[in-house]
């Protein structure tokens, strides 16, 4: 049975290609700023991952502690410590230090909790090339060899700076979050997945406050060589605007990295503590569609019942919002699939999608973009879904090109993954 426990937001802290920290980031937003250019490693080349949105001017000392705890993280770990630094911040949890070298903590350590969407990292294959090498003899990979050979060369925690609990375990560590501590390893519906489990937690009394969010990139070469480009975009001498959500020139999708965390709490406790509130979470939903089979169809079908469903949850209507905040990330059928979606739920309702500036981030995608549409609810200005210049009639949605006012104050969010799960939460101001 859903307890009738209101769950708010307090803090919000952003790592992504076009601004870092919540002001930053949406200014980025509100000017179409495009965060994607030329990997420098593949500049000379024609390959489809030739350009990308890295994090650019980040530096990880800023928000880490520990530092120490540096060695052990590989970027998209610190991207997701800084998001969390960030959102703890400034929602008061960072705590006083004493003369006598002891915390004064505004919350009771044992009733925090983290919750992050993440995945299994890739390595930098310049940390392994010279264990590799060993491995030939004779222009032959003899893989009996790397037991011995890693061993030697390679560091000993190297492999805890991959771990996809890693990013959850260094947050709590940090913040001292005493609850519970969970990973959602779901691909790019990983952040949505991770944010409602953490009001799950505040609503079935196992936590106050709950740090949530994701974390990932795209960029690593090992993912990309795994993962194939069939999806990338070919726009590769036009980089800022290869990612076109929605437009009729749409290609495919551009590689990016980053993190988003917010604070969730009760309402209650927020209340006492006199936590400034963001926004309200007011409901989700979570499916699962096969990719199987008819898998457009049910695709399609199932974004249109998570929309639907996290309305109802919300107990609002269509009419009460005022912005979809889409996953759109210039994929030529599943923006199609996703817009068809809105358009059957919700009808003209103005949409933007934040792909076009950052591409997809991975498990950090969902709430990076769902933070501009915080901001974009709080400051009541829509920003803009760059690269839209021509709409697609297979697209029927309100697409806003421009900055436009919010004319009401509650959005809708949704993300998909491409093994089949689906969310959508429902946020508003008061």
């Known amino acids: 049975m859903k307890s009738d426990c209101e ?59 520990p530092r120490k705890a540096l060695k052990i993280m590989c970027e998209p770990i610190k991207f997701g410590c800084a998001a969390a630094a960030m959102a703890t911040d400034q929602a008061g949890l960072t705590g006083t230090v004493n003369e006598d070298g002891t915390t004064v903590h505004p919350v009771s350590p044992n009733r925090i909790a983290t919750v992050l969407g993440t995945e299994t990292f890739f390595a930098d294959p310049a940390e392994v090339a010279r264990v590799f090498r060993s491995c030939i003899v004779d222009s032959d990979y003899q893989h009996d060899r790397w037991g011995e050979f890693a061993m030697r060369q390679i560091q000993p925690l190297w492999m805890l700076k991959y771990l996809p609990n890693m990013a959850a375990s260094h947050i709590s560590i940090a913040a001292d979050a005493r609850g519970p501590s969970n990973s959602i390893c779901q691909g790019a519906a990983s952040g949505l997945l991770a944010i409602i489990e953490a009001a799950s937690l505040i609503k079935r009394g196992v936590a106050d406050v709950v740090l949530a969010g994701g ?3 795209q960029m690593a070469l090992t993912a990309m060589l795994y993962r194939g480009t069939d999806m990338l975009s070919q726009h590769t001498h036009a980089p800022a605007a290869a990612c076109r959500p929605f437009d009729a020139a749409r290609d495919g999708m551009v590689v990016g990295e980053g993190a988003g965390v917010l604070v969730l709490e009760s309402k209650t406790h927020a209340l006492a503590r006199k936590a400034k509130i963001l926004s309200h979470f007011k409901g989700w939903s979570r499916l699962f569609h096969s990719p199987e089979g008819n898998g457009e169809t049910t695709k399609e079908a199932a974004i249109e019942s998570s929309l639907a469903l996290a309305i109802q949850d919300a107990r609002m209507k269509v009419a009460d919002i005022g912005l979809v905040n889409a996953s759109a990330g210039g994929s030529i059928n599943e923006d199609r699939l996703e817009a068809q979606a809105i358009h059957n739920v919700l009808g ?64 809708v969010k949704t993300g998909f993954s491409a093994t089949g799960q689906i969310a959508s939460v429902v946020f508003s101001q008061d």
């Open 7 to 65: 769950v708010v937001v307090t803090g919000m802290g952003v790592v992504s290609p076009v601004g870092i920290g919540r002001d930053d980031f949406f200014r980025a937003l509100l000017e179409g700023r495009s965060g994607v250019d030329v990997i420098d490693a593949f500049a000379e080349t024609d390959l489809p991952m030739r350009i990308g949105a890295p994090v650019k001017d980040f530096e990880a000392k800023q928000y880490v502690k």
């Open 215 to 217: 974390t990932g990139s």
């Open 348 to 411: 003209n309702v103005p949409v933007t999608a934040h792909k076009g500036n950052f591409g997809n981030l991975g498990p950090g995608t969902s709430v990076v973009e769902l933070i501009g549409g915080l901001l974009a609810i709080e400051q009541g200005a829509i920003p803009p879904t760059i690269n839209f210049s021509r709409a697609d009639p297979n697209c029927p949605v309100n697409v806003v090109s421009q900055v436009r006012a919010l004319q009401k104050r509650a959005l």
